[in-house]
């Protein structure tokens, strides 16, 4: 992205199954409110367009976000396809998803992000994934809160 109003935020996720933090681009709004401007990859619980409020440790650190402040109405998905999907293939797929009202950001070649828009069907988006997934083509999480007042995933035992 190279929006120049925009700036990284990060949010700390030590209990993470992949990894141990997410930087995220956002808007500034002032008064320490930010409004995320992609569909997050890791983080429970946040979505695109919601708005968030950070604190910073000092300057030279990203904002961290600290607490949701008003959610956008969007949902996130996750997926992760099974080995031998050819990038074609997959946007195959993915494409299905754009006439339910959600897009979808790559992160690697088998890991995307999916976005459902505020007036999308989530429960036709979760039965065409929970469709692929059956027939072997993908994996798929929702991306709902874990943990009250968390982004992060449960802890482990």
């Given at each position: 992205m ?6 990284k ?6 209990n ?6 997410e930087?995220?681009w ?17 983080a ?10 950070t ?29 031998g999907?050819s990038r ?6 993915l494409?299905?998803l754009n006439?339910?009202d959600?897009?979808?950001?790559r992160?690697?070649?088998i890991?995307?992000s ?5 007036n999308?069907?989530?429960q036709?988006?979760?039965d ?7 027939n ?12 009250e007042?968390?982004f ?6």
């Amino acid at each position: 992205m190279s929006d120049e109003r925009l700036t990284k935020i990060f949010i700390d996720l030590p209990n993470h199954w992949a990894i141990g933090g997410e930087a995220l681009w956002a808007e500034p709004l002032g008064n320490d409110l930010y409004k995320i401007e992609n569909i997050p990859f890791y983080a429970y619980g946040l979505n695109y367009h919601d708005i968030v409020r950070t604190n910073s440790q000092s300057a030279e650190l990203k904002p961290e976000i600290k607490e949701l402040v008003k959610a956008s109405g969007h949902k996130t998905f996750r997926v992760f396809f099974k080995e031998g999907f050819s990038r074609d293939q997959q946007e195959k797929y993915l494409d299905q998803l754009n006439k339910l009202d959600a897009s979808y950001e790559r992160a690697n070649d088998i890991y995307f992000s999916i976005d459902l828009k505020p007036n999308g069907d989530y429960q036709k988006v979760f039965d065409l994934l929970d469709e692929f997934e059956r027939n072997n083509v993908l994996e798929f999480e929702t991306c709902e809160a874990k943990i009250e007042g968390s982004f992060d995933d449960l802890p482990e035992k």
